[in-house]
């Protein structure tokens, strides 16, 4: 399924008429009550000849969201605005400054489907360019192709020396626009800056839960469970007070023995990234006992460090948490898996990364369905995994639901294994249409191979 039109006719010559001030695109005319998903302007405004309008393909109509989680984050926003140009195309990768993980075997994940240059070409912007220069440049696409395969908002706002990449016939746009957001977050992810860490306090209220704590304060979960000692949000009482540290990571304290090179190195973070982010430790004099704050670090790392080099080639059937009976969630969608559970190369920033769950390849709109009976916990929008659906079952199990379109529960419904619970999307920090599933026993994620059916 997808929310780009096919075909439409190439765009004629430009007529010598004057250029009306603007036109607006739409199915009937009409603002649409809201967009099906936040990477997809359902309305452009383009300033176009009236000539060229039977000519641009107009957006197919889709089925209307459950719920409307208002705009982006500031920080998806700023992601989304990242203009490529000739000095920053987003072709480099940016060094996490670690060494090797010789003794481990990263898998090549990833979410880009397609091979570089198989779906699009780039053009550089020249000083008075338009989109229907460069489409009538091109042929076979339309400016409104053009537009949506670089997640542009305004067709008007071009720079000098700007990089778009035009895809080779329309039914190239979605695989167009998934290169366009991996350049863009690798550009974010090169702007980066070490910032010193501040922590707030956060007392809980009645109705709080992890799920809802962690999105309200811009942080991820394991950062809120890494932060703070707690068995399950059951143990969440109104007035707690729980410590919310401005960027993610975890407090780890330094055991007998240990030295923070090596803690560093087990949780694959950079020294020097830690020395900026903690400015008033001396990393030097750490002592057993004394706390220090491990910027992108997450509490499940060494865990599955050691059970990476002890089962390193045993079946997900073998693991130590698979029971008799335990292996009968079912799929919530049907795809290939692009990214396993577990360290990895990101397919993006190319950077070591611990993966809390699989990314399943789904086209856009699919019913994602429950892998088992529960309750929802949380439905609603989650920073970087965009929408999604937390779901818990019996035995301290929950399953997670990310980058939907469409939700189609509320918090606090009963869902039946197999039920719909939302629609395959691209919300959140994802390049194009997948679902990301995770499963967590307690506040820790495990491999969902081990449970599926």
Not at 4 to 29: M, N
Not at 166 to 192: C, D, F, K, Y
Request: charged share 25%; glycine share 10%; aromatic share 6%.
């Amino acid at each position: 399924m997808s929310d780009y039109s096919e075909g439409g006719e190439p765009v004629p010559p430009r007529p010598q008429e004057p250029v009306p001030e603007s036109l607006t695109l739409g199915i009937t005319g009409q603002r649409p009550s809201r967009p099906t998903d936040d990477s997809l302007p359902r309305e452009l405004e383009l300033k176009l000849p009236e000539a060229r309008v039977a000519n641009l393909p107009l957006p197919l109509p889709v089925e209307d969201v459950a719920e409307d989680f208002g705009p982006l984050p500031k920080d998806l926003s700023d992601f989304e605005s990242i203009v490529l140009s000739t000095e920053d195309d987003g072709t480099r990768l940016p060094d996490d400054g670690m060494e090797d993980m010789s003794d481990m075997e990263l898998p090549e994940a990833g979410i880009r489907l397609t091979d570089v240059g198989s779906s699009w070409k780039e053009h550089v912007v020249k000083s008075g360019e338009t989109l229907s220069d460069i489409a009538l440049r091109h042929g076979g696409v339309t400016a409104q192709d053009i537009l949506r395969a670089n997640g542009l908002k305004d067709a008007n706002r071009l720079a000098t020396n700007q990089i778009l990449l035009i895809p080779n016939n329309p039914e190239e746009v979605e695989n167009t626009l998934e290169e366009v957001r991996t350049r863009q977050i690798r550009v974010a992810s090169l702007r980066e800056e070490s910032k010193p860490l501040k922590v707030l306090a956060y007392v809980v209220v009645q109705g709080d839960s992890l799920w809802s704590i962690a999105n309200a304060q811009s942080i991820e979960l394991d950062t809120l469970v890494g932060s703070n000692t707690f068995k399950s949000s059951a143990t969440l009482r109104p007035g707690a007070v729980l410590r919310i540290p401005n960027q993610d990571g975890i407090f780890y304290t330094l055991r007998k023995g240990e030295k923070i090179e090596q803690v560093c190195k087990r949780y694959q973070v950079d020294l020097e990234r830690t020395r900026k982010v903690n400015p008033t430790v001396d990393l030097v004099s750490l002592k057993p006992g004394d706390e220090i704050f491990l910027p992108g670090a997450r509490p499940e790392a060494v865990a599955e460090v050691k059970s990476e080099g002890k089962k390193a080639k045993s079946p997900p059937s073998k693991g130590r948490d698979v029971q008799k009976g335990v292996r009968s969630y079912r799929w919530p969608v049907m795809g290939r898996i692009n990214s396993p559970f577990g360290w990895r190369r990101h397919p993006v920033t190319r950077r070591r990364d611990f993966h809390t769950g699989i990314d399943i390849k789904a086209d856009r709109g699919m019913l994602i369905r429950a892998a088992r009976d529960g309750r929802v916990a949380y439905s609603g929008w989650m920073g970087g995994y965009g929408k999604v659906v937390v779901v818990e079952h019996a035995g301290g199990h929950s399953t997670f639901y990310a980058h939907c379109s469409t939700l189609l529960v509320g918090q606090g419904a009963k869902v039946s294994q197999g039920q719909n619970v939302a629609r395959v999307g691209t919300t959140g920090r994802s390049t194009g249409p997948h679902l990301h599933f995770e499963v967590r026993k307690g506040n820790s994620p495990v491999n969902p191979l081990q449970y599926l059916k």
